[in-house]
C-alpha cells in the first residue's frame, strides 16, 4: 500500500519534471528562432524588422506601464527609509538610509519590482492577444501564408518588453531614491535628508548601475518570450486564453526571481 | 471528358482523368495519441474542380484540410501538391509552396490589429517586389471582386461575419493562388448570406481557373457547389465521385449496404439511419462498461 503511494509521488515527480524539461526546452526553441529572425532583420534587406509594430509594442508595454512603474517605485523607495529608519537610529546611521536604498534599488529592487509590473501589465495581455489569435486562426492563417508568426508577432513583443525594461529600469531606480528622499523631508527629518544625494552617489558605483540594467534587459527578455510561448501555445479556446494569461504572470515571477537568485549568486562571486 | 467512378473501388482509378492531380493524397494517417484521427484517406483534386469533402462534426475534415495546407504532417502515407511529396520539402520550399495555395479558414482569420486592405495587402507586400501604389491598387480589385471596396478602411472588428468572410476571401487570393481551400465557409453565417458565399466562391473558381477544396457539412451548399464530393466518415472515406452520383443516392430508397445508407442518411439529414444507431449502440456499451466499473 505505501510501496504505491510512493510510486504514484515518484510518477508524479517525473511527469512534473519532464513537463518542466518540455517547457524550458521550448522556451528555448522560441528563443532561439526569435534571435534568428531579429538576427536577420538587422542584417538582411529582404527580412526588414517591421518598426511600425515594434513601435506599436514599445507603447503599448512601456509608455502604458510607466505612471504604475513611477507609482510603485515610490513607495517602495518610501517603504524601505521608514523601515529602516528605527534599527538605524539606534546606531545613530540614519543618514546611511540613503546609501543603502540606493544600492537596494539600483543593484536589485527597481529592476524586479518593475520586472513584476510588467509582467501583470504586458505579459498577461501579451499572451491573452497572442491566445485569442491562435483561437481565431489567425496564427494558422498567417503560417498558410507563409508569414513566421515568429517573425511577424515574437520578435517585436520580445524586442519591446527588453527594451522598454531597460529604459524603465533607470526610471525605477530613480523613483526609489525620490520615495526616499521625499519621505525624509517629509517625515524623517534634516539628519536623514540633509546629505542624502551626497551619500547616495558617494556609495553608488557604476557596477551597481549596469548589473541592475543587466537583469532588467534579461528580465524583459524573460517576460516577452513566456508570454508569446504561453500565447502561441493556447489550447482549447476562452478558457485557455484565461489559463494562459494566469500562468504567464506565476511563470514569468518565477523564472524572475530565479534568475535574480542566478545574477546575484554569479555577481557575487565575481565580486560585481 | 472525364470519367468518374461512384464508390471507392480502385480499379476505375487509371481511367479516371488524364491530367496530373494537383492534390494526390494517399493512405494518410493520422493520430493525436492513441485517438486515429484519420485512417488511410485516399483523394485526388484536379486542376479546376470544386471537390466538397463532408462529414459530421469531429470527423476529421479541418484535420485532412491542414495536412493539405502543410499544417500538420502525416503519421502514415503521403501527401502530393503539385506532383511533389510534402513530406521531402524543407521550410523554405514549402513557403514557396504555400504562395500557390490561398485559404479561407472558418473564422475569416482576419488580423484584427489591421484594417480590411492591410489585411489583403499583407501577403502581396511580403510575398512580392510590388510597390505600395501597383499593391493599393490590387487591393481594391481583390476587394471588389469580393464586394468589398467600400470596407478597405474598416477594422475587422468594425464587420459582419459574412464580411470578414469575404475580406478574408479577398486576402486568400491575393496572390493568385491555384488552389483555394475552405473550411466549413458558411458556418455561422444566414441563409442567404451563405448563399452569396457560394456564388462567390464558384464565381472566383471560373474567373481564376483555380482548384477549391471546400470543406462542410451544409447539405444545401455543398449541393450548389461541388463538381465532386467526398463523404468522410470515421477518418475513412466512405464515397467519392460526381455531385451526380450523391444526388441520386440522397433522392433513392434505402439501398440496404451500410456505406451507402450512412452517406444517405447524412444527406438527407435524417433523423433515424446507420448514423443514429451507431451511435446509440456505442452509448449503450459505454454506460455498462462505467457501469461495470463502478461495481467493484
Ligand atoms: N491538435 C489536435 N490534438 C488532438 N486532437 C485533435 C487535434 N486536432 C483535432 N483533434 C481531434 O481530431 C478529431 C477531428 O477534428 P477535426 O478535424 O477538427 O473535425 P471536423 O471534422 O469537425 O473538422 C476531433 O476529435 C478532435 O478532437
Ligand atoms: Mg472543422
Known amino acids: 500500500m505505501a510501496d504505491e503511494t510512493n510510486l504514484k509521488l515518484v510518477e508524479r515527480i517525473g511527469a512534473r519534471t519532464i513537463g518542466a524539461a518540455r517547457y524550458v526546452g521550448g522556451a528555448s526553441l522560441l528563443l532561439a528562432s526569435t534571435?534568428?529572425?531579429?538576427?536577420?532583420?538587422?542584417?538582411?534587406?529582404?527580412?526588414?524588422?517591421?518598426?511600425?509594430?515594434?513601435?506599436?509594442?514599445?507603447?503599448?508595454?512601456?509608455?502604458?506601464?510607466?505612471?504604475?512603474?513611477?507609482?510603485?517605485q515610490g513607495f517602495i523607495g518610501v517603504i524601505l527609509a521608514l523601515q529602516m529608519e528605527p534599527p538605524l537610529k539606534q546606531f545613530e546611521?540614519?543618514?546611511?538610509?540613503?546609501?543603502?536604498?540606493?544600492?537596494?534599488?539600483?543593484?536589485?529592487?527597481?529592476?524586479?519590482?518593475?520586472?513584476?509590473?510588467?509582467?501583470?501589465?504586458?505579459?498577461?495581455?501579451?499572451?491573452?492577444?497572442?491566445?485569442?489569435?491562435?483561437?481565431?486562426?489567425?496564427?494558422?492563417?498567417?503560417?498558410?501564408?507563409?508569414?513566421?508568426?515568429?517573425?511577424?508577432?515574437?520578435?517585436?513583443?520580445?524586442?519591446?518588453?527588453?527594451?522598454?525594461?531597460?529604459?524603465?529600469?533607470?526610471?525605477?531606480?530613480?523613483m526609489i531614491a525620490l520615495g526616499?528622499?521625499?519621505?525624509?523631508?517629509?517625515?524623517?527629518?534634516?539628519?536623514?535628508?540633509?546629505?542624502?544625494?551626497?551619500?547616495?552617489?558617494?556609495?553608488?558605483t557604476y557596477p551597481d548601475f549596469f548589473t541592475g540594467l543587466t537583469q532588467g534587459g534579461v528580465f524583459g527578455l524573460l517576460i516577452g518570450l513566456i508570454a508569446c510561448y504561453e500565447g502561441l501555445n493556447v489550447r482549447g479556446g476562452a478558457e485557455g486564453v484565461g489559463r494562459a494569461t494566469t500562468m504567464t504572470v506565476v511563470y514569468s515571477i518565477v523564472a524572475i526571481v530565479l534568475a535574480a537568485c542566478t545574477f546575484t549568486v554569479l555577481f557575487y562571486v565575481f565580486e560585481l | 471528358m472525364r470519367v468518374f467512378f461512384t464508390m471507392t473501388d480502385n480499379d476505375n482509378n487509371a481511367n479516371r482523368d488524364d491530367r496530373e492531380p494537383v492534390i494526390e493524397v494517399r493512405g494518410l494517417v493520422k493520430r493525436f495519441g492513441c485517438h486515429t484521427v484519420l485512417s488511410g484517406v485516399n483523394l485526388d483534386v484536379y486542376p479546376g474542380e470544386m471537390l466538397v469533402i463532408m462529414g459530421g462534426s469531429g470527423c476529421g475534415k479541418s484535420t485532412l484540410l491542414r495536412h493539405l495546407i502543410g499544417s500538420y504532417i502525416a503519421d502514415e502515407g503521403t501527401v502530393k501538391l503539385f506532383g511533389q511529396n510534402v513530406?521531402?520539402?524543407?521550410?523554405a520550399a514549402y513557403d514557396e509552396f504555400k504562395k500557390r495555395f490561398g485559404v479561407l479558414f472558418q473564422s475569416g482569420a482576419l488580423f484584427n490589429s489591421m484594417t480590411v486592405g492591410e489585411n489583403v495587402a499583407l501577403p502581396l507586400?511580403?510575398?512580392?517586389?510590388?510597390?505600395?501604389?501597383?499593391?493599393?491598387?490590387?487591393?481594391?480589385?481583390?476587394?471588389?471582386?469580393?464586394?468589398?471596396?467600400?470596407?478597405?478602411?474598416?477594422?475587422?472588428?468594425?464587420i459582419s461575419g459574412g464580411m470578414k468572410k469575404r475580406a478574408g476571401l479577398?486576402?486568400?487570393?491575393?496572390?493568385?493562388?491555384?488552389?483555394?481551400?475552405?473550411?466549413?465557409?458558411?458556418?455561422?453565417?444566414?441563409?442567404?448570406?451563405?448563399?452569396?458565399?457560394?456564388?462567390?466562391?464558384?464565381?472566383?473558381?471560373?474567373k481564376l481557373g483555380v482548384?477549391?477544396?471546400?470543406?462542410?457539412?451544409?447539405?444545401?451548399?455543398?449541393?450548389?457547389?461541388?463538381?465532386?464530393?467526398?463523404?468522410?466518415?470515421?477518418?475513412?472515406?466512405?464515397?467519392?465521385?460526381?455531385?451526380?452520383?450523391?444526388?441520386?443516392?440522397?433522392?433513392?430508397?434505402?439501398?440496404?449496404?451500410?456505406?451507402?445508407?450512412?452517406?444517405?442518411?447524412?444527406?438527407?439529414?435524417?433523423?433515424?439511419?446507420?448514423?443514429?444507431?451507431?451511435?446509440?449502440?456505442?452509448?449503450?456499451?459505454?454506460?455498462?462498461?462505467?457501469a461495470a466499473a463502478g461495481i467493484d
Not at chain 1, 36 to 58: E, I, Y
Not at chain 2, 259 to 285: C, H, Y
Request: aromatic share 6%; with cysteine.
Open chain 2, 87 to 91: 513530406a521531402e520539402l524543407d521550410d
Open chain 2, 211 to 290: 482548384a477549391s477544396v471546400v470543406v462542410t457539412h451544409e447539405m444545401d451548399s455543398a449541393f450548389r457547389i461541388a463538381d465532386r464530393m467526398i463523404m468522410l466518415d470515421k477518418g475513412n472515406v466512405l464515397m467519392d465521385g460526381p455531385r451526380s452520383d450523391f444526388e441520386a443516392l440522397r433522392d433513392s430508397g434505402l439501398t440496404g449496404a451500410p456505406a451507402k445508407d450512412t452517406v444517405r442518411q447524412f444527406l438527407r439529414g435524417d433523423s433515424e439511419g446507420p448514423i443514429t444507431q451507431r451511435r446509440q449502440n456505442s452509448g449503450f456499451e459505454d454506460d455498462i462498461l462505467n
Open chain 2, 125 to 158: 507586400k511580403e510575398h512580392t517586389d510590388l510597390d505600395d501604389a501597383t499593391i493599393d491598387i490590387m487591393v481594391k480589385i481583390k476587394l471588389e471582386q469580393v464586394g468589398l471596396r467600400q470596407a478597405e478602411d474598416l477594422m475587422p472588428s468594425e
Open chain 1, 35 to 72: 534571435v534568428g529572425w531579429t538576427f536577420r532583420g538587422l542584417v538582411s534587406p529582404k527580412v526588414r524588422l517591421d518598426h511600425r509594430s515594434l513601435a506599436t509594442q514599445m507603447v503599448r508595454v512601456g509608455v502604458r506601464s510607466l505612471g504604475i512603474v513611477c507609482l510603485v
Open chain 1, 180 to 204: 526616499g528622499y521625499g519621505i525624509s523631508r517629509g517625515v524623517l527629518g534634516p539628519s536623514v535628508y540633509n546629505e542624502y544625494w551626497k551619500l547616495m552617489q558617494n556609495m553608488l
Open chain 1, 93 to 174: 546611521q540614519q543618514s546611511q538610509i540613503a546609501s543603502i536604498i540606493g544600492v537596494a534599488g539600483f543593484r536589485m529592487l527597481g529592476p524586479i519590482f518593475t520586472a513584476v509590473i510588467l509582467s501583470g501589465f504586458a505579459g498577461a495581455s501579451i499572451a491573452a492577444e497572442l491566445g485569442t489569435m491562435v483561437v481565431s486562426e489567425e496564427i494558422e492563417a498567417m503560417d498558410a501564408m507563409a508569414l513566421n508568426p515568429v517573425r511577424f508577432l515574437v520578435v517585436p513583443r520580445v524586442l519591446a518588453t527588453l527594451t522598454m525594461m531597460l529604459l524603465l529600469t533607470p526610471i525605477a531606480d530613480m
Open chain 2, 170 to 206: 479577398a486576402r486568400a487570393v491575393s496572390l493568385d493562388p491555384e488552389i483555394l481551400f475552405y473550411d466549413e465557409p458558411s458556418a455561422g453565417l444566414d441563409p442567404v448570406t451563405s448563399a452569396e458565399i457560394d456564388f462567390l466562391m464558384m464565381d472566383l473558381a471560373r
